[in-house]
């Protein structure tokens, strides 16, 4: 029987606590903590909701700048399938027979995966702008590189979690292991492949508006812009245009999800 | 009898369709279609330069100088002194992450309780209040904008009150994954056995008796689960807050870049992914005494 104190649950509060305590200690309390002028800056910006930029002018540029975000969001999607599933399906392992094929493409497909989607997209795109040029292609190739690790990793399992007794029939039915993938796996898969694919076109919508940093044009640099002119109306223009977009594809892939699901 | 069962079942079995699902690909491929048409038109896309002997030229000799191949001095990577000088910003940046997690988990855990519908409609018990209702309405709508604005926009936000250090960056992190861990921990109280629940209302327990003994017990794993998978992301996004005046890697990674010495790039990303595999690791084993 396991003791009180050694239990997870236990063990595991103890670790929240300490890390929560840690952290604290960490921030320089002082009363240098706020800007001189942060606080007023903050009222400013706060008041500044109330009369956001509506100028057409305005709009228009704010419209075309969430049209190219988009744009780039699901250019860079389509690349990071084109990245992730055929990377996920080999590290899934599904596709060999022997356990020693299987191992190997298992864990060396996955350490690359694990590599791809380690590192942020920003700083891929850092380094592709500073490689390779400013151009919006660097920063879509930036995004698809993580994007397409954490698809693989994510299809991988999904493609391993099937139900397996129609596999075992295919087989016995004289399929070889493409077949049994191609008949059996992939068409079971694919609902749960769409609906984390649609998921993870939401979060690179996010990820696409950051691109800015590195120069790529879209909502983020209109809001970088607007905030080094101190323009807070418009800042929350754009940051209403950024929610919205994300409120609509979110909506979408629930719904796909929920039916899907269903 | 059987026969006729198995017939009438084969007859409802359901056609094949395009559901939904089908639409929303066909409508998603035609989206990535004029997305890519919407590139390419553009002549300063950079697409053709990738097929320039230029373009492979600069990137070779970018890697070479991240290399640090044929460079006068050693690289950034193989001198112990310069891996002694990363501990200050590694340090940093986990505390940043860390502190950005703490402020997630207690800003969630006082909100997810009326956030979630089956709570604030009165589902698990019969009474509701439209004060609750108007709270579910609220808190919603600031996980929905939090979670909206990405974590470097709100740090180019707070950058503009706070004063550069850890606070700024962990702040903005805080907020975008409070929105996130948020929602997905409301919607783990929207998908709990309602039983328990009104089995304890029944008896007699007051609404905050059974909020904390019947809801937050068999919810709690859930959260503590999505927190830990947020820390992970927390950990890989702190390098990108600190690009813009929040400290830690982040703001090494930027100094060194405008700099030019690309070979401490490399040596900051080497300590950027230790530290990632780190807080994986950690992440994966709470989150085994989570459950």
């Known amino acids: ?262 | 009898m059987n026969r006729q069962a198995a017939l009438s079942q084969s007859a409802a079995l359901p056609k094949p369709r395009i559901g939904f699902g089908g639409i929303s690909l066909i409508l998603f491929m035609s989206l990535a279609a004029a997305s890519w048409d919407f590139i390419l038109s553009d002549k300063d896309s950079g697409f053709a330069s990738f097929f320039r002997v230029e373009t492979w030229a600069g990137a070779g000799a970018f890697l070479t100088r991240f290399l640090g191949v044929n460079g006068a001095e050693p690289p950034a990577y193989l001198r112990r002194e310069r891996w002694a000088d990363m501990v200050g910003p590694a340090y940093e940046t986990l505390a940043m992450s860390l502190l950005a997690a703490s402020m997630v988990g207690i800003g969630v855990l006082v909100t997810f309780m009326p956030a979630a519908r089956n709570v604030a409609m009165g589902e698990l018990s019969a009474s509701h209040s439209f004060s609750s209702r108007i709270l579910f309405f609220l808190i919603r709508s600031v996980y929905i904008f939090v979670r909206g604005v990405p974590e470097l926009v709100w740090a180019m936000l707070i950058i503009f009150f706070l004063s550069p250090g850890i606070l700024p960056g962990a702040v903005a992190l805080g907020l975008h994954n409070f929105g996130i861990v948020g929602k997905l921990s409301a919607e783990v109280v929207e998908n709990l056995d309602p039983r328990p629940a009104r089995a304890l209302r029944a008896a007699g327990a007051s609404q905050l008796q059974m909020l904390a003994y019947a809801i937050l017990p068999m919810a709690l794993p859930g959260f503590l689960t999505y927190l830990l998978y947020r820390w992970e992301v927390i950990i890989r996004t702190t390098i990108v807050v600190g690009f813009v005046g929040a400290g830690g890697l982040g703001r090494e990674f930027r100094l060194s870049m405008s700099w030019f010495q690309y070979t401490d790039v490399a040596l900051l990303l080497a300590v950027y992914l230790f530290l990632v595999i780190f807080v994986d690791l950690c992440s994966a084993w709470m989150r085994k005494l989570a459950r």
């Open chain 1, 1 to 262: 029987m396991k003791s009180r104190f050694t239990e997870g649950r236990n063990i595991l509060t103890l670790v929240l606590l300490a890390a929560f305590v840690w952290s604290l200690t960490t921030i320089p309390w002082g009363e240098d903590l706020i800007h001189a002028g942060g606080g007023q800056a903050f009222v400013q910006f706060v008041t500044a909701a109330l009369t956001p930029e509506l100028s057409p002018t305005f709009l228009q540029r704010a419209l075309l700048a969430s049209w190219q975000t988009l744009a780039y969001a699901t250019a860079s999607m389509t690349l990071a399938i084109a990245i992730g599933f055929p990377l996920g399906v080999v590290a899934s392992g599904v596709l060999a027979r022997r356990a020693g094929a299987r191992l190997t493409s298992i864990y060396g497909v996955r350490l690359i995966l694990a590599f791809l989607r380690s590192i942020h997209e920003l700083v891929w795109a850092w380094l592709f702008v500073v490689a390779f040029g400013l151009s919006p292609m660097a920063g879509i190739l930036a995004l698809a590189i993580p994007y397409g690790g954490i698809l693989g990793r994510v299809y991988a399992e999904v493609l391993q979690d099937v139900p397996q007794a129609p596999l075992h029939a295919l087989r016995v039915a004289g399929a070889s292991e493409w077949k049994v993938f191609l008949y059996g796996r992939f068409p079971m898969a694919l609902p749960d492949l769409l609906s984390y694919g649609f998921y993870r076109w939401e979060c690179s919508i996010r990820s696409a508006a950051i691109l800015s940093f590195v120069g790529i044009p879209g909502l983020g640099y209109l809001i970088q812009v607007s905030l080094i002119d101190l323009k807070y109306s418009q800042v929350w223009t754009l940051l209403a245009f950024m929610v919205a977009i994300i409120v609509l594809v979110e909506s979408w892939s629930n719904l796909v999800r929920r039916r899907l699901a269903a």
